[in-house]
C-alpha cells in the first residue's frame, strides 16, 4: 500500500493526558499537511511542512500542540494536557510541491478526550 | 465567515436518481477538489479542476468549474447507493493550505 498512513485510527485518552500521532505520506511527497475535523464540518488547516521545514501554522493549533518532520519523511502531532475540546479526527495529507493542492489524505487518527 | 458555501448541507435520495451538490464562494480560486469522505475514513480525492469553465466526468460523476473561477458543481447521474458519503469541495487559499467548503451529506437508498 503506497498511500498515506496514520497511526493509531483510535485514541481514548483521559483529560490532562499527552497524546502522539504518527503520519507516513506518500514516498515522493516533499509537502505533509495536518487537518483536524470535528463531526458535521469540514477538515480545517493544522500547519504543513515541505520537506522538514514547517512553513505554517494555523492559529487553531495552541502552543499545547507541536508537529515535527524530523528528517522529511514521517510526521508527528503531539498534545499536551489533552483537553475535551481537542476530541476529533486528525487528518495527515501529503502532496507534491508542484502540484500542492492535490493533496492526498490518510485515513485520520480519532481522539477521543474523556 | 465560511469561503466555500456548499449547499444543499444534506441530500437524501432513492437509487436512481439525479442530484447536482454547488460549491460557491465570493473569491475567485486558482483550482477547486472535490473530496468523498465516509464515516470514519479520510477524504478521497475525485477530481481537480483548474480551468474557468471546464468540464470534466468521471464515469457518472459530472464536475464544473465556474467561468469566473468563484463556484463549482458536482452532478452525478442515477446514483447509487455506493455513492453515499460526505462530498466536500476545497480550494487552495492564501499558500497551500485547503480550505474546505461545508459539505453536503449524500444518503442513496436502494
Known amino acids: 500500500d503506497t498511500g498515506v498512513s496514520q497511526d493509531p485510527r483510535h485514541k481514548i485518552t483521559k483529560r490532562g493526558q499527552n497524546v502522539t500521532f504518527r503520519c507516513d505520506p506518500i514516498?515522493?511527497?516533499?509537502?505533509l499537511y495536518w487537518y483536524r475535523q470535528t463531526l458535521g464540518q469540514g477538515p480545517e488547516f493544522l500547519t504543513y511542512?515541505?520537506?522538514?521545514?514547517?512553513?505554517?501554522k494555523s492559529r487553531l493549533l495552541s502552543d499545547r500542540f507541536s508537529a515535527e518532520r524530523p528528517k522529511g519523511s514521517f510526521s508527528t502531532l503531539e498534545i499536551q494536557r489533552t483537553e475535551q475540546g481537542d476530541s476529533a479526527m486528525y487528518l495527515c495529507?501529503?502532496?507534491?510541491?508542484?502540484?500542492?493542492?492535490?493533496?492526498?489524505f490518510g485515513p485520520g487518527t480519532r481522539l477521543t478526550v474523556t | 465567515t465560511q469561503l466555500l458555501e456548499q449547499s444543499p448541507q444534506f441530500l437524501s435520495i432513492q437509487e436512481g436518481e439525479n442530484l447536482t451538490v454547488y460549491c460557491n464562494s465570493s473569491?475567485?480560486?486558482?483550482?477547486l477538489q472535490w473530496y468523498r469522505q465516509e464515516p470514519g475514513e479520510g477524504p478521497v480525492l475525485l477530481v481537480t479542476?483548474?480551468?474557468?469553465?471546464e468540464v470534466k466526468k468521471l464515469k457518472r460523476l459530472t464536475f464544473q468549474f465556474g467561468d469566473a473561477r468563484k463556484d463549482s458543481s458536482l452532478h452525478i447521474t442515477a446514483a447509487q447507493p455506493g455513492d453515499t458519503g460526505l462530498y466536500l469541495c476545497?480550494?487552495?487559499?492564501?499558500?497551500?493550505?485547503?480550505?474546505f467548503g461545508t459539505g453536503t451529506r449524500l444518503q442513496v437508498f436502494p
Open positions: 495529507a501529503s502532496s507534491l510541491s508542484q502540484v500542492s493542492y492535490e493533496q492526498y
Open positions: 514516498s515522493e511527497h516533499n509537502r
Open positions: 511542512f515541505q520537506n522538514e521545514a514547517q512553513l505554517e
Open positions: 473569491s475567485v480560486f486558482s483550482s
Open positions: 479542476v483548474v480551468t474557468g469553465g
Open positions: 476545497a480550494g487552495p487559499y492564501n499558500t497551500d493550505k485547503l480550505i
